[in-house]
């Protein structure tokens, strides 16, 4: 049985696209380009849902353990948690989401829903470029962080979403920088294998479906 499918799920990466450019929000961010920004709007969301499905599935949220534990339980079991995790960035540094999670859990088989409100404060997180250089982002000061899964069988089971909302600082090397306001969401259907992403990023429109997964 898999331990962790929504890292599965995720393990393709969201895929955007520029549906506009936006020219009112200023050289900050617009001086970052559109595959840039696409690339790293995709990173961001691909790195929360992975870091926070790691936590919840995995052994360091007791809440929801893994199939087959002792302690597991035959019946529905509130989840009302405050955490605080930090993972590492694929390319350096790293980011940290604090927040609280309410929902159930039938641990015996692995069903749960999830609501989380957090906040996502990322240090020197970098990220490769589409180029190969990297960029390096931090919190400006942070992105609220929201998300809402269900697993059936430990499985995602219907529409997974997720939020990003505030600012972030940005450089990479020595040719360019600025900070960036983000306002994002995704929808993730698992029956499809598809992924809605709508919002504005770094100065950028996106309105685009793609495939995850598989």
């Given at each position: 049985?898999?331990?962790?499918?929504?890292?599965?799920?995720?393990?393709?990466?969201?895929?955007?696209?520029?549906?506009?450019?936006?020219?009112?929000?200023?050289?900050?961010?617009?001086?970052?380009?559109?595959?840039?920004?696409?690339?790293?709007?995709?990173?961001?969301?691909?790195?929360?849902?992975?870091?926070?499905?790691?936590?919840?599935?995995?052994?360091?949220f007791t809440i929801v353990t893994t199939p087959g534990a002792t302690n597991n339980a035959s019946a529905p079991t509130p989840i009302d948690r405050q955490f605080t995790f930090t993972t590492a960035c694929p390319k350096g540094g790293n980011v940290t989401i604090a927040g609280h999670t309410t929902g159930t859990a039938d641990r015996a088989v692995g069903n749960f829903t999830t609501e989380t409100n957090a906040t996502r404060t990322d240090a020197a997180c970098a990220f490769a470029a589409r180029d190969g250089s990297v960029i390096t982002i931090t919190g400006n000061p942070n992105i609220a962080y929201h998300s809402s899964f269900n697993f059936v069988a430990w499985q995602p089971s219907g529409l997974q979403t997720q939020s990003h909302k505030g600012s972030f600082t940005w450089t990479r090397g020595t040719?360019?920088?600025?900070?960036?306001?983000?306002?994002?969401?995704?929808?993730?259907?698992?029956?499809?294998?598809?992924?809605?992403?709508?919002?504005t990023f770094c100065g950028r429109i996106i309105n685009v479906t793609r495939t995850r997964g598989g």
């Amino acid at each position: 049985m898999t331990r962790n499918p929504f890292l599965l799920c995720t393990a393709a990466g969201l895929l955007f696209a520029i549906a506009a450019c936006d020219s009112s929000t200023g050289p900050s961010q617009s001086s970052m380009s559109a595959s840039d920004a696409a690339q790293l709007a995709s990173d961001m969301d691909d790195a929360s849902a992975n870091a926070f499905a790691g936590f919840v599935v995995g052994g360091s949220f007791t809440i929801v353990t893994t199939p087959g534990a002792t302690n597991n339980a035959s019946a529905p079991t509130p989840i009302d948690r405050q955490f605080t995790f930090t993972t590492a960035c694929p390319k350096g540094g790293n980011v940290t989401i604090a927040g609280h999670t309410t929902g159930t859990a039938d641990r015996a088989v692995g069903n749960f829903t999830t609501e989380t409100n957090a906040t996502r404060t990322d240090a020197a997180c970098a990220f490769a470029a589409r180029d190969g250089s990297v960029i390096t982002i931090t919190g400006n000061p942070n992105i609220a962080y929201h998300s809402s899964f269900n697993f059936v069988a430990w499985q995602p089971s219907g529409l997974q979403t997720q939020s990003h909302k505030g600012s972030f600082t940005w450089t990479r090397g020595t040719t360019g920088s600025g900070t960036c306001d983000v306002d994002v969401s995704s929808e993730f259907d698992p029956s499809k294998h598809t992924v809605t992403v709508k919002g504005t990023f770094c100065g950028r429109i996106i309105n685009v479906t793609r495939t995850r997964g598989g």
